[in-house]
């Protein structure tokens, strides 16, 4: 797998550490825009990471690691404070370094992902997505729309609009054709670079990667995207012209609290 591990250029591996930051502050704070602000779960700052002391939507983790020495350096007692909580089983930790062993503590891994990153320029796109439109949501009936589409319920969309969050730091991009939404993804403004996420599609037909990276273009100009993706989706987007930065996992608690 291309990575930009492959060279030592001091510089280019400088830059490598940067996006994998950027990319995990980014996803951190999507989460916590997520669960804490449109759910109201609570939230701390913990263990090399960010913590949600309660039910959190379906496919969001109660912890996400930010820091990989402190995660590391604070597994044991991680997993004493998600015991405290007596969550449900199934609830999930995204290990964004992808170095803790949490296996001997009952959790097990469902997701090997990789951190991914790319430098949009301009560039020529295939006359064949003309079929397909790519709008902006602007509305709770759009955005309902999407949610459906993309088979989600975490937020009440009315509440999403009257956030405090405003439509230059999340946004999401609905992919159409014949007026009905077909893919998606949401793109988020929380770091240094343009984070991705809960990138669908309906269809196999879609090449949602290209028409993400044209959408983000056309509305971020240059700037650097950064997301994570795992098998079938991280082929198409590295065929995209993505790069690999680094691995991470997610990992699922199967026992259930004392």
Same mark, same amino acid.
């Given at each position: 797998m291309e990575t930009w591990c492959g060279?030592?250029?001091?510089?280019?591996?400088?830059?490598?550490?940067?996006?994998i930051e950027a990319a995990v502050q980014d996803n951190a704070a999507w989460c916590r825009f997520v669960s804490f602000?449109?759910?109201?779960?609570?939230v701390i700052d913990v263990h090399g990471g960010v913590l949600f002391r309660g039910n959190v939507p379906a496919f969001y983790p109660n912890f996400v690691s930010t820091s990989a020495g402190a995660a590391k350096r604070s597994e044991g007692a991680l997993v004493n404070t998600l015991g405290e909580l007596h969550l449900p089983p199934g609830f999930g930790i995204k290990d964004s370094y992808a170095n803790?062993?949490?296996?001997?503590?009952?959790?097990?891994r469902v997701i090997e992902a990789q951190w991914i990153a790319l430098e949009?320029?301009?560039?020529?796109?295939?006359?064949?997505?003309?079929? /397909?439109? !790519?709008?902006?949501?602007?509305?709770?009936?759009? #955005?309902?729309?999407?949610?459906?589409?993309?088979?989600?319920?975490?937020f009440d969309t009315n509440q999403f609009f009257s956030s405090a969050v405003d439509s230059s730091r999340v946004s999401f991009l609905s992919v159409k054709n014949d007026g009905y939404v077909i893919a998606g993804a949401v793109f988020t403004k929380f770091s240094e670079a343009i984070g991705v996420s809960n990138v /669908?599609? !309906?269809?196999?037909?879609?090449?949602?990667?290209? #028409?993400?990276i044209q959408a983000g273009q056309e509305r971020f100009g240059s700037a650097t995207l950064v997301d994570w993706e795992s098998g079938d989706a991280l082929d198409e987007a590295r065929r995209a012209g993505v790069i690999c930065l680094q691995p991470l996992r997610v990992w699922v608690n199967s026992s259930a609290s004392p």
């Open positions: 060279s030592r250029s001091g510089q280019l591996m400088s830059e490598m550490h940067e996006l602000e449109l759910n109201h779960v609570p803790l062993d949490l296996s001997h503590f009952g959790y097990h949009m320029r301009k560039r020529v796109f295939d006359s064949t997505h003309q079929d /397909f439109t !790519t709008p902006w949501v602007t509305s709770p009936v759009e #955005l309902e729309a999407w949610l459906t589409a993309a088979r989600l319920s975490c /669908f599609s !309906t269809s196999p037909d879609v090449p949602i990667w290209s #028409l993400i």
